[in-house]
């Protein structure tokens, strides 16, 4: 068995800009704000704060990567390639398992992280740049525990990864929460999102993070038809602050107004083939 090691940090601070200013983007805020205000923002933060700051994810967050008021089972976020989903899928999984303190229980204790392979839910959801473990501060950063295929964080949750080729290993589980990456490129996504459905069975409000860029499949249509589900949405441009710029240069110089361009950089649903009747 095994595990990764975890700093023996002390907790970490929030700093409270956020819900000071009540808005849901603060970086957006004072990276517009004069260089006067950006100094007494960070002057009036204490070194343990400056600390927490690369971790709260609400202050960093574009509108699309939080998730939507209200009383929805599914969130699913469509979005272009490099639009930060994967990121705003690790980021919920850590809203819903974290405590105030690292010792603390989460709304959820036990979840599924599900991939379409279990090579690229390991990876890329786990531990890629955008993955669980970079975005989880020390204090609060889960053990990887390779022989279960398991994230196991300091309070005692869980996180189990599947791969969509197995629908079957979803038979018996039971969890009260999911992160879903790419159901639109799934080789059996209906099957593996029923098996899913029928172990979403604890807790009081068993819900599910969809991170996909959107193909015409029937699962993932389905899915965005139905009345408990919410739905963001951001092309590819929306988090240029984080892409390289010839990458983006190079990409909607090729495919803008195409309808790859459109489907993989601005996350449209395509419902007809071109050419069709």
Wanted: negative net charge; hydrophobic residues 40%; charged residues 25%.
């Amino acid at each position: 068995m095994t595990e990764s090691k975890r700093a023996p940090d002390r907790p970490l601070p929030t700093p409270s800009i956020s819900t000071t200013l009540g808005i849901r983007s603060a970086a957006g805020w004072i990276g517009c704000a004069d260089v006067a205000l950006q100094n007494a923002f960070l002057d009036e933060l204490s070194e343990e704060e400056i600390l927490a700051l690369p971790y709260l994810f609400e202050f960093w967050a574009l509108d699309h990567q939080l998730p939507p008021a209200g009383d929805w089972r599914s969130w699913v976020i469509l979005g272009g390639r490099g639009a930060g989903k994967t990121r705003a899928g690790a980021e919920w999984v850590r809203a819903q398992v974290e405590g105030a303190r690292p010792l603390d229980k989460g709304r959820c204790q036990r979840l599924a992280i599900v991939g379409e392979t279990l090579d690229q839910a390991r990876e890329v959801m786990v531990f890629g740049e955008s993955g669980i473990l970079a975005c989880s501060p020390p204090d609060r950063r889960p053990d990887w525990i390779a022989s279960r295929r398991l994230l196991r964080w300091p309070n005692g949750a869980e996180a189990q990864i599947f791969s969509a080729h197995d629908p079957e290993s979803l038979r018996g589980p039971q969890f009260d929460g999911a992160w879903v990456d790419e159901l639109a490129k799934w080789p059996k996504a209906q099957d593996t999102w029923d098996m899913l459905q029928f172990g979403l069975r604890l807790g009081e409000q068993p819900q599910v993070c969809v991170t996909t860029t959107p193909r015409n499949v029937k699962a993932l249509k389905d899915l965005l038809g139905r009345d408990s589900t919410a739905v963001t949405h951001a092309a590819t441009s929306a988090n240029r602050a984080d892409l390289a710029d010839s990458f983006l240069e190079e990409v909607e110089a090729r495919y803008a107004g195409t309808r790859l361009g459109r489907q993989e950089l601005a996350g449209e649903l395509l419902n007809e083939a071109e050419g069709a009747l």
